[in-house]
Structure formats: structure tokens, C-alpha cells
């Protein structure tokens, strides 16, 4: 069974820098796309960044580009989310989420929802002004 379970949200001030990280376990298919993505209340989720695992490939939305940086230790089967300069308007849920099998390739310049199978619970980030 696939999990995905993010850890390292919480309460940062505006300017600051926070790493969240994905650990990923029970996945059989070899290298996949992982993403990240985040949701406000009454809003629909939005798509940050992603990668293929085993590869150097990554891609951003806009938003979040040249701020945000996602990496891998596949030793460790994680996925991290570095975020810097974060703004008030970063706070949000954070997810992690791994591409829906049998095309497990990252799909598109910015992850969509619709291409993601399996999620983590989700992390708290709060900016503060």
C-alpha cells in the first residue's frame, strides 16, 4: 500500500524559510512523478512543484518559481520542499503526492491534480506578517 506522509510545517515570519519533507513508502512502480501541492479553504488545490524520481528532471508553476526549490534523497525514499521569502499568502495545507499509476510520468509544467493517485495527510504552513 502506497503512503505518503509529510512532515516539518509550521509557524514561520514573512521572509523566512521552512523545508517540508514527503516520506514515501509501498510504492512498487520503480521511478514516478512526485508532487507538491497546497490548498486554502474554499479554494481548489493548487499545484507547486514535482519531479521524477531517479531523474534530474523538475518543474515549477509559476507562482512558486525561483522561490521554491524540490529535491530528492531516494536513499531515504523523500521528497523535500525547500520554500524561501515566504509571504502571508503562502499559508495553506501542504501535500505531497505520487502520480497515478500506470503512466507514473510527471505530466504537464505544473502538477495537476487529476494525474495524482495517492496523497500524504497534508502539513500545516503559517506565515506570519
Known amino acids: 500500500q502506497v503512503q505518503l506522509a509529510e512532515t516539518g510545517g509550521g509557524t514561520v515570519q514573512t521572509g523566512g524559510s521552512l523545508t517540508l519533507s514527503c516520506i514515501i513508502s509501498g510504492y512498487t512502480y520503480g521511478g514516478t512523478c512526485i508532487g507538491w501541492f497546497r490548498q486554502v479553504p474554499r479554494n481548489s488545490r493548487e499545484g507547486l512543484a514535482m519531479?521524477?524520481?531517479?531523474?534530474?528532471?523538475?518543474t515549477y508553476s509559476n507562482n512558486v518559481k525561483g522561490r521554491f526549490n524540490i529535491s530528492q534523497d531516494n536513499a531515504k525514499n523523500t521528497v523535500y520542499l525547500r520554500m524561501d521569502r515566504l509571504e502571508p499568502e503562502d499559508t495553506a495545507v501542504y501535500y505531497c503526492?505520487?502520480?497515478?499509476?500506470?503512466?507514473?510520468?510527471?505530466?504537464?509544467?505544473?502538477?495537476?491534480?487529476?494525474?495524482?493517485?495517492?496523497w500524504g495527510q497534508g502539513a500545516q504552513v503559517t506565515v506570519s506578517s
Open positions: 503526492a505520487a502520480a497515478r499509476p500506470p503512466n507514473t510520468y510527471c505530466i504537464g509544467s505544473s502538477p495537476q491534480r487529476v494525474h495524482f493517485a495517492y
Open positions: 519531479l521524477y524520481t531517479g531523474s534530474t528532471y523538475t
